[in-house]
């Protein structure tokens, strides 16, 4: 069975709201990462960065959300999580996952960095409002390529409308516009399969 490692409100909800759109059975580790569970001998033998998501199929390990969305996807066809390799909807799905985690999720993890997470004397909290620019150029493309559709790739819901919107529900956290972003948004963060991926990590 797949095993999941997490904690509440980070990455990791990706995976397990994935794995909920997929159906699949998995069991979820929680990783108090507040209390420095991350750093434990133990779990830095299964992510030497210390941090969630993680996700151990035999011995395949994965610590990456946009692969363990991925791979959840191939894994599990029937989901339409993920297109088919090499078609051009891959392609596409590809290019909205590449783009959430490099473009739109980027700033935010900026904006938290240099507000929080960071040591105190590594941050430069002048860099927050050029984050808060970056991630306002970010969403006006997203908004582009999602044009009047309802998700990213095709006519229906991948890995890729994961990325992507809980990405915007971390910036709706920091009290970022979504502008035209917003439908998008509450359509996917509304589906039955987030909420009971919320609730897993909760329990």
């Not at 397990?16 to 569970?37: C, F, N, P, Q, S």
């Not at 972003?181 to 009971?196: E, G, I, K, Q």
Request: hydrophobic share 45%; net charge negative; glycine share 6%.
């Amino acid at each position: 069975m797949l095993q999941v490692y997490g904690c509440p409100n980070t990455r990791s909800t990706r995976v397990v709201w994935a794995l909920e759109e997929a159906g699949a059975e998995y069991d979820y580790h929680l990783i108090e990462l507040r209390a420095g569970a991350g750093h434990r001998p133990d779990y830095l033998a299964i992510n030497p960065g210390g941090k969630v998501p993680a996700l151990v199929d035999g011995d395949l390990i994965l610590t990456e959300s946009a692969a363990i969305c991925t791979y959840i996807g191939d894994h599990f066809p029937a989901s339409g999580l993920t297109p088919p390799v090499g078609s051009i909807e891959r392609a596409l799905y590809d290019q909205w996952c590449f783009f959430a985690m490099s473009e739109l999720e980027q700033p935010l993890w900026t904006i938290a960095k240099h507000r929080f997470a960071l040591p105190e004397k590594r941050r430069v909290p002048t860099v927050v409002d050029t984050a808060i620019w970056e991630f306002a150029v970010a969403a006006k493309i997203l908004a582009a390529g999602l044009g009047q559709r309802e998700y990213l790739v095709g006519d229906h819901f991948t890995a890729a409308d994961v990325l992507a919107a809980h990405t915007l529900k971390w910036a709706r956290v920091y009290q970022l516009e979504l502008g035209p972003l917003d439908a998008y948004a509450d359509r996917c963060l509304t589906r039955p399969a987030f909420a009971r991926a919320k609730q897993r990590e909760q329990s």
